[in-house]
């Protein structure tokens, strides 16, 4: 396919679409703001459905349906169902599928619909714009979805749910507010475009710009300022191999909107069963990821044997930690068998189950701590090995 001189026939609706309304908006917005003039309110609303739509994408078709990073109440789920037919980036079904399809084979040119290694502009939007054979619908990958009859009802009526959303909503909007020309163009126009793009950035510059510290395997990128603009999406790297996670920024600092939105919805009922990577799983990563950075550095510069003496030992190391946590991974699962066999009724034997458990968390804790200094001798033999590289003549 890829090789194939002819491109395929055009998508005319997707044209339409992601084409034809931006060059209207491009018009059309201006004119009508040196004409008449946009209030504060309508720019207020236009922000207001811009995140409505940008969040159930990302906390609803992203990580609740295409990746089961949490379970939610069905209200939120119907929320998340309105408002993202108002993103107009298809259904449930079909973007969480695609989606699905993208991840399992990440940066192929043949089954990635959006490979990132056809480049920029088609991983952007152009995938969407003809009618390529890694279009195709196959819902084989979301069996799940299709039982979940609110998935299947925004499926269904996807077309009505969306032209209610863009142009319903914004109209009943722009009569109260007393200009319906300027509210459908900023609420329903401008508000879709930008939409469109923040989140095509995911698919695009995020596997173009940024860092990778959990893993080199992809071309995922993590990127603090597409995190911005993006709802918490632009940590793409680490959740290219971490994708169950409902954090996309795993630090407090990190801003991840969405996770916020996920964090709050449980506390009040309305989402349940947060999956969250373990600390010490991360750890791992990026570790596992510095050493082959490391190594690899060092064979290109030709290191000298004390600091490949040195590396040795922090890998032996690594490795060690590595088998530890293994250990203490069946230890606990052993335990967890010894309790459902129901052996742990009396007193004496729940004071016992608490110890063991005390002294397993208390384990985990100094495995997880030896790897984060782990870390930090790493980065500083990184800059060690870098130094000796450049110090070499040319």
Not at 203 to 218: D, I, K
Not at 278 to 293: G, S
Request: charged fraction near 20%.
């Amino acid at each position: 396919m890829s090789n194939s001189p002819t491109k395929p026939p055009l998508e005319k609706i997707n044209v339409a679409v992601f084409v034809g309304l931006p060059m209207i908006a491009l018009v059309a917005v201006p004119a009508w703001g040196i004409y008449h003039g946009f209030s504060l309110a309508q720019w207020l609303w236009a922000l207001v459905f811009l995140y409505l739509n940008g969040l159930s994408i990302t906390g609803g078709y992203h990580r609740l349906w295409s990746h089961k990073a949490y379970e939610a109440h069905p209200a939120l789920k119907w929320f998340y169902a309105l408002w993202g037919a108002g993103a107009l980036q298809n259904s449930i079904l079909i973007w969480a599928s695609d989606h699905r399809r993208h991840h399992r084979f990440v940066d192929d040119n043949e089954q990635d619909p959006y490979s990132a290694g056809r480049g920029l502009w088609f991983s952007h939007m152009g995938w969407m714009l003809r009618e390529y054979r890694t279009n195709e619908q196959d819902f084989s990958n979301a069996k799940d979805l299709q039982r979940d009859p609110i998935v299947m009802f925004q499926h269904n009526h996807y077309v009505a749910l969306t032209v209610l959303m863009n142009v319903g909503l914004p109209l009943l909007l722009g009569f109260y507010l007393g200009d319906v020309i300027g509210t459908l163009l900023l609420v329903g126009l401008l508000r879709l475009i930008v939409n469109h793009h923040v989140t095509f950035f995911i698919n695009s510059l995020a596997h173009f710009w940024g860092t990778r510290p959990y893993t080199e395997t992809n071309s995922a990128r993590d990127n603090g300022f597409l995190a911005f603009l993006t709802y918490g999406e632009g940590y793409h790297n680490y959740h290219h191999i971490f994708q169950t996670d409902y954090r996309n920024g795993i630090r407090w600092w990190q801003w991840d909107p969405t996770k916020w939105l996920i964090s709050g919805c449980s506390r009040v009922g309305l989402a349940s069963k947060l999956v969250r990577v373990p600390e010490i799983k991360i750890q791992r990563a990026i570790l596992d990821t510095q050493f082959k950075r490391a190594r690899a550095q060092m064979d290109e510069a030709h290191s000298s044997d004390t600091l490949r003496a040195k590396f040795e030992r922090e890998y032996q190391q690594f490795t060690e930690s590595v088998n530890e946590w293994t250990a203490l991974q069946a230890q606990r699962y052993e335990a967890k068998k010894a309790e459902l066999g129901g052996a742990l009724g009396e007193k004496r034997a729940r004071l016992q189950e608490k110890w063991e458990t005390a002294t397993l968390r208390t384990k985990f804790k100094e495995v997880e701590y030896s790897l984060k200094m782990q870390r930090k001798r790493m980065e500083l033999l990184m800059k060690e090995i870098q130094l000796h590289a450049q110090a070499q003549p040319a």
